[in-house]
């Protein structure tokens, strides 16, 4: 299969040349357009979140040896969340790309965040079954690059991006609850539960009430986006 020059072009702002052009065009490939003989991006994007979810903890895991699971966990939640994914595929122009039907194109398709986070994961999957894991690290860690070295700091803020979700919706704001406190005085263990109008609910531990709000909210939100 010879890629078209748009494709080429892709591959250049990826930074991955295919052996097996076929599996770009099915990562690019959307349910929209998909036929029994064209099949869709969805089962790479099943394995590319797995490559994704592995590259980004091994990343957060040696950026900062000193950090504890309660640490890194939100950290992790904040860069593979779809948002980030969107985020990072429009980094790339991988909307300009995105093989979609007329019902999509014409309600926006090459705009919406799980559209774009989907064909994200699955591009990066293609690039694990093209080359195997090292090229699919190698490009993970380049086109999520700072985003990892401000993790920290993007974790810190799921609370107010929860909040502006509730918000946007015309619900009231998240209720986090603690539902329990262990271990020792000096080094206690909170679970804390962020619970919405909807029903909608997570729970997650941690060191200080905190950073337990702050991983709640980051796996709700997690859970929220489509």
Request: glycine share 8%; proline share 4%.
């Amino acid at each position: 299969m010879k890629l078209s020059a748009d494709l080429h072009a892709f591959e250049g702002r990826i930074g991955h040349h295919f052996k097996r052009p076929e599996l770009l065009v099915r990562a690019l490939t959307h349910t929209s357009l998909a036929s029994p003989t064209r099949p869709s991006n969805q089962r790479l994007e099943f394995l590319g979140d797995r490559v994704l979810n592995l590259v980004i903890a091994q990343a957060l895991f040696e950026a900062d040896r000193a950090a504890d699971e309660g640490t890194l966990a939100p950290r992790y939640n904040a860069l593979v969340r779809k948002e980030t994914c969107a985020d990072v595929a429009r980094q790339v122009d991988l909307g300009e790309v995105l093989k979609l039907g007329r019902g999509e194109m014409a309600t926006g398709g090459r705009r919406k965040n799980a559209l774009l986070g989907d064909a994200m994961e699955a591009v990066i999957a293609a690039v694990y079954l093209d080359g195997g894991l090292a090229p699919a690290q190698d490009m993970v860690l380049r086109l999520w690059g700072d985003r990892i070295a401000k993790a920290e700091a993007q974790a810190r803020d799921a609370k107010t991006a929860l909040q502006e979700w509730v918000q946007a919706r015309g619900q009231r704001p998240p209720a986090y609850v603690e539902l329990d406190r262990s271990g020792p005085d000096h080094a206690p263990v909170f679970t804390i539960a962020v619970r919405l109008d909807g029903g909608e609910e997570e729970q997650a531990e941690a060191g200080s009430k905190r950073q337990a709000e702050q991983q709640a909210a980051a796996q709700l939100l997690q859970k929220l986006e489509p």
